[in-house]
Nanobody
């Protein structure tokens, strides 16, 4: 079992930045595919970014060049640095994890059903 806890959400004006964190606890000894998802108001949850156990990263087209996913293995923490934020980035942001190889992660990270563990989410509001 892995427990995930997101933090760092808040309100920011368009063009601003936020950094989200996701602290993992429990059985973190395995290799995991770690991902960020978001759910805008009234819309379905969508994949934002992922990082595999080799440090390889994947991004949704809508955030490429603006968001950066990273992890601190010593601290068991996943990060999402969000720059040049837009009102359409407003959403509840969730982190997700599943034991997986890097190859699987690069192929499957964006599918909701791929992930075994989810956090409770942190809300991001971007005003124009």
């Amino acid at each position: 079992q892995v427990q995930l806890a997101e933090s760092g959400g808040g309100s920011v004006q368009a063009g601003g930045s936020l950094r989200l964190s996701c602290a993992a606890s429990g059985n973190t000894a395995s290799s995991y595919c770690m991902a960020w998802f978001r759910q805008p108001p009234g819309k379905e949850r969508e994949g934002v970014a992922a990082i595999d156990s080799d440090g390889g990263t994947s991004y949704a087209d809508s955030v490429k060049g603006r968001f950066t996913v990273s992890q601190d293995n010593a601290e068991n923490t996943l990060y999402l640095q969000m720059n040049s934020l837009k009102p359409e980035d407003t959403a509840m942001y969730y982190c997700a994890a599943t034991p997986a190889t890097p190859t699987w992660c690069r192929i499957s990270w964006g599918y909701l059903g791929s992930h075994s563990y989810w956090g409770q989410g942190t809300h991001v509001t971007v005003s124009s």
